[in-house]
T-cell receptor
Framework: DQQVKQNSPSLSVQEGRISILNCDYT??????FLWYKKYPAEGPTFLIS?????DKNEDGRFTVFLNKSAKHLSLHIVPSQPGDSAVYFC????????????FGQGTTLQVKP | NAGVTQTPKFQVLKTGQSMTLQCAQD?????MYWYRQDPGMGLRLIYY???????DKGEVPNGYNVSRLNKREFSLRLESAAPSQTSVYFC????????????FGDGTRLSIL
């Protein structure tokens, strides 16, 4: 039972254009949603998060949108840069569940110069 | 700032051998986690420790044991390694009860022949 799903294994965009990474979830009890970025041979690093009571959070070039009725969130990167090429993981958390993160499968983003 | 430190970074084992993966954090976090990452499956929680002296099973605990040695250290043990345990293992920590994201180590790449 995959509670958090990233249905696109990979995405390729041109430098300067927008990258949109998508994530769907099934559990309406999640309190927070997070995006992590992972480079090869490194651990995941936190990128941006959004509370379940919000519908948008922005941090520089990164914006996360949450649509609770559709149980869907997306990460927008504008403009995309070659250094953004990495694997992006969507994750969800219930604070009452001892802080355990539930991860999606990941999407590999390639930004071409 | 060391953050979360994992040792070793790489290890090759033969089926049936035992091994302990070490993890230490210097952020005074109360909660620590062990994940494994396999292709196409994201990160899956093996065990976690919500506080010093407590440990609980995650999604995929079979074949593993853990020890929360003190607040800083959380080790993962494979008593009798199997080829299905070939994976990349990540340790993470956070302060539970806050919106603070989990911080990850750089992983241990484990191959079991």
């Amino acid at each position: 039972d995959q509670q958090v799903k990233q249905n696109s294994p990979s995405l390729s965009v041109q430098e300067g254009r927008i990258s949109i990474l998508n994530c769907d979830y099934t559990n309406s009890m999640f309190d927070y949603f997070l995006w992590y970025k992972k480079y090869p041979a490194e651990g995941p690093t936190f990128l941006i998060s959004i509370s379940s009571i919000k519908d948008k959070n922005e941090d520089g070039r990164f914006t996360v949108f949450l649509n609770k009725s559709a149980k869907h969130l997306s990460l927008h990167i504008v403009p995309s840069q070659p250094g953004d090429s990495a694997v992006y993981f969507c994750a969800a958390i219930r604070f009452s569940n001892t802080g355990k993160l539930i991860f999606g499968q990941g999407t590999t983003l390639q930004v071409k110069p | 700032n060391a953050g979360v430190t994992q040792t070793p970074k790489f290890q090759v084992l033969k089926t049936g051998q035992s091994m302990t993966l070490q993890c230490a954090q210097d952020m005074n976090h109360n909660s620590m986690y062990w994940y494994r990452q396999d292709p196409g499956m994201g990160l899956r929680l093996i065990y976690y420790s919500a506080s010093e002296g407590t440990t609980d099973k995650g999604e995929v605990p079979n074949g593993y044991n853990v020890s929360r040695l003190n607040k800083r250290e959380f080790s993962l043990r494979l008593e009798s390694a199997a080829p299905s345990q070939t994976s990349v293992y990540f340790c993470a920590s956070t302060q539970t009860g806050t919106a603070q994201p989990q911080h990850f180590g750089d992983g241990t790449r484990l191959s079991i022949l």
